[in-house]
């Protein structure tokens, strides 16, 4: 598909959109990605800022960074935007994409120190919150395996689950830790 904005088309509705989508000379699965777009495009601004970072690393040659780096991996691009597919907009709330100079995509978070490597077939992460640390290298990438990760490092999207309640010796007001499994 081709990667085209796909806003740059007047709409005044989303049927207007889709009915202007189905006049496209697309198949049905780009059909069907191209709304998908839309509407992240019109209603959530994190993956719409996701979509146009990859777009643009699409575009990026080798030597980009006038050192050596190379061209970003078809692959690599391709595993980003099938966990951009399935993934909600507060998922990309505190991530940075940048690319590598060896063809990979990182992601760095905003708030603290995480950090994940996206390659053609695995992916490699880092995260420290406090005395904790976890980290992984060469993880197989499924889409689904890289969001989990994603969502356990940062700390704005772990779940109640991952967090624990420590009530202070004094019988005091508990503080809420963080913990990353």
């Not at 590598?100 to 880092?126: C, M, N, W």
């Amino acid at each position: 598909m081709a990667s085209e904005p796909v806003a740059a088309y007047s709409t005044t509705s989303y049927m207007d959109a889709m009915a202007m989508i189905h006049t496209m000379h697309l198949s049905r699965e780009d059909k069907e990605r191209v709304g998908r777009r839309l509407v992240v495009e019109t209603t959530q601004a994190n993956l719409s800022k996701a979509f146009d970072t990859l777009d643009h690393l699409y575009q990026l040659k080798d030597n980009w960074d006038g050192y050596g780096a190379k061209k970003i991996s078809n692959y690599v691009l391709r595993n980003l935007r099938d966990v951009l597919l399935i993934s909600d907009n507060d998922d990309w709330e505190n991530w940075m994409i940048s690319p590598a100079p060896d063809g990979t995509i990182g992601l760095q978070s905003k708030l603290h120190t995480s950090s994940i490597s996206v390659g053609d077939r695995e992916f490699s992460y880092y995260s420290a919150a406090g005395d904790i640390e976890d980290w992984a290298d060469n993880v197989t990438f499924t889409p689904y395996s890289f969001l989990e990760v994603m969502r356990k490092t940062n700390p704005m999207q772990a779940s109640s689950q991952d967090t624990t309640i420590r009530i202070s010796k004094e019988g005091r007001k508990p503080s809420r830790i963080r913990t990353i499994v």
